[in-house]
């Protein structure tokens, strides 16, 4: 992400009014992103993540994994930032054609047609429930291995026994301890993340 002076003035307020917490230096930035980009200050007790999801995720990133979200406005939030540094692949499950079927949502079908095919990939559903529902189901059949799942939708339907099966999964994870979720999360936490993952990984690549 390009930083302006009023992202940074905006990023000291964030960091007055959070004050004191208990998140490792790189999990506080992306709650801040996810601040920055939703103006709620209740997101600091509602991030979770997983051991070692940061770790995953810029591994992931930097061997250039695919990323499959759920909704088009997860894909084009994070495509600047993702062509300009490590130009991983994405994909859209709701884009993603599948047979007429009743027994899921299309979104649903696209996301397991896309699992199935990048069994190891980046997953992100910002939106669509039954597209999580849909990955920790095949994750316990085991017919696939995601490197990373970020999880925000807003729903109040069996989310918190989705987040639950996704946590016993041991699949690194990110996740918020609510309902109130929506893509705008979902694609702040990818950007910071990929931030991160460049200062690490693009320094060495340039050197």
């Given at each position: 992400?390009?930083?302006?002076?009023?992202?940074?003035?905006?990023?000291?307020?964030?960091?007055?009014?959070?004050?004191?917490?208990?998140?490792?230096?790189?999990?506080?930035?992306?709650?801040?992103?996810?601040?920055?980009?939703?103006?709620?200050?209740?997101?600091?007790?509602?991030?979770?993540?997983?051991?070692?999801?940061?770790?995953?995720?810029?591994?992931?990133?930097?061997?250039?994994?695919?990323?499959?979200?759920?909704?088009?406005?997860?894909?084009?939030?994070?495509?600047?930032?993702?062509?300009?540094?490590?130009?991983?692949?994405?994909?859209?499950?709701?884009?993603?054609?599948?047979?007429?079927?009743?027994?899921?949502?299309?979104?649903?079908?696209?996301?397991?047609?896309?699992?199935?095919?990048?069994?190891?990939?980046?997953?992100?559903?910002?939106?669509?429930?039954?597209?999580?529902?849909?990955?920790?189901?095949?994750?316990?059949?085991?017919?696939?291995?995601?490197?990373?799942?970020?999880?925000?939708?807003?729903?109040?339907?069996?989310?918190?026994?989705?987040?639950?099966?996704?946590?016993?999964?041991?699949?690194?994870?990110?996740?918020?301890?609510?309902?109130?979720?929506?893509?705008?999360v979902a694609a702040a936490i990818v950007d910071g993340l990929i931030d991160l993952a460049w200062q690490v990984y693009g320094e060495r690549k340039e050197r």
């Amino acid at each position: 992400m390009e930083w302006h002076v009023t992202d940074a003035q905006s990023l000291a307020i964030i960091d007055s009014e959070v004050g004191d917490h208990l998140f490792s230096p790189a999990e506080y930035e992306i709650v801040r992103r996810v601040i920055y980009a939703t103006a709620d200050f209740e997101y600091k007790s509602l991030m979770r993540f997983s051991e070692r999801a940061l770790q995953a995720a810029a591994a992931a990133l930097a061997a250039r994994t695919t990323i499959v979200v759920d909704v088009p406005m997860v894909q084009v939030s994070i495509a600047q930032g993702i062509q300009n540094t490590f130009a991983n692949p994405v994909y859209c499950s709701m884009d993603t054609p599948t047979r007429p079927k009743t027994e899921k949502t299309s979104v649903a079908w696209g996301m397991e047609t896309l699992a199935k095919r990048y069994p190891e990939g980046i997953f992100v559903v910002g939106q669509a429930q039954t597209a999580l529902t849909t990955l920790v189901d095949l994750i316990e059949a085991e017919e696939v291995k995601p490197a990373l799942i970020i999880a925000t939708p807003a729903t109040f339907l069996n989310l918190d026994a989705d987040k639950e099966r996704l946590q016993n999964s041991l699949v690194p994870n990110i996740t918020i301890d609510s309902p109130k979720g929506n893509a705008v999360v979902a694609a702040a936490i990818v950007d910071g993340l990929i931030d991160l993952a460049w200062q690490v990984y693009g320094e060495r690549k340039e050197r």
